[in-house]
């Protein structure tokens, strides 16, 4: 009896490792990439990713490697490493459900996707959460905003395609502790530190809607909403935005001394809440105070 025992757990064993052997090292991980990165790129028209290589994972899913995700051919944010998991039920519906988690910027990206299986291209909702996204890291933030900003960001997204109406993005974010440059100076201040920056916004049709953008920081609070119509290059995308800045009191008072009266005239330096205007565009904005 023992010994039959022994050779089941060796024959077992045997059975298991090369199990293993197959799954991993005969796992064809080009096929599969490149029918992950065709299925996802023909999920989302405008949408676009590449993978650097591809390997099983368990519970059962896959492990995507160097993952680049990009917006009409410029580059959105790269994941290290990403694991996609479907719904095991779904897989029987006509609704196809997945999971994904995965590191990015030393942060975590993780969130799900369903698609209706026999009209993969339309009816895609894809949401999404991140942590501790160390934002200095994402090259494409610098690139469209053109200037450095620096901070953890956390917030979450949503993406819906509709078909022929095409897709529309909701965003909401914070970036805490951070800094942002200023190109163009605003009350001599040539960078900003701030302690949050909190946004929510929708992207359909090239055309960028900042529903809320708020900021609290030492010199200054302030808030600001508008449209930002997206161009390439993305420097060139044309900016409309309106709100207020609360500036600190002494700050207003220091400024005073060392500014022309015609520059920050007596009527702007006595309110608690000055209006702002940005116009122009992402690479050369204008500022207008009242």
């Not at 989302?44 to 160097?66: E, M, R, T």
Request: charged share 25%.
């Amino acid at each position: 009896m023992m010994n039959n025992t022994k050779k089941w757990l060796l024959y077992s064993t045997y059975v298991l490792a090369a199990i293993v052997f197959f799954i991993y090292y005969l796992f064809p991980s080009e096929k599969v990439k490149n029918y992950v990165t065709s299925g996802f790129n023909r999920l989302n028209s405008n949408i676009n990713i590449s993978i650097d290589h591809v390997s099983p994972a368990f519970p059962p899913g896959l492990k995507l490697y160097k993952v680049n995700f990009y917006h009409m051919d410029n580059a959105l944010l790269e994941a290290e490493q990403i694991k996609v998991a479907p719904n095991f039920l779904s897989l029987f519906r006509s609704k196809i459900i997945f999971f994904f988690k995965g590191r990015a910027y030393k942060g975590i990206l993780e969130g799900k996707g369903e698609f209706i299986k026999n009209r993969p291209d339309q009816n895609v909702i894809i949401e999404g959460k991140y942590s501790n996204i160390n934002i200095k890291e994402i090259h494409a933030v610098k690139q469209f905003i053109g200037r450095k900003l620096t901070g953890i960001l956390e917030g979450n997204f949503t993406y819906r395609n509709g078909g022929k109406l095409g897709g529309t993005y909701e965003a909401r974010f914070i970036i805490s502790d951070g800094e942002i440059e200023l190109l163009t100076p605003v009350f001599k201040l040539e960078n900003i530190h701030f302690s949050k920056i909190e946004t929510e916004m929708t992207m359909e049709n090239q055309r960028l809607k900042v529903k809320r953008c708020i900021i609290k920081a030492s010199p200054l609070d302030g808030n600001v909403s508008g449209l930002i119509n997206l161009r390439e290059p993305l420097g060139q995308s044309y900016l409309r935005l309106l709100g207020v800045i609360k500036p600190n009191q002494e700050f207003l008072a220091e400024l005073g001394k060392d500014l022309p009266t015609n520059l920050l005239p007596e009527e702007i330096l006595s309110k608690r809440v000055v209006r702002i205007r940005i116009y122009g565009t992402l690479d050369e904005p204008r500022f207008f105070l009242d």
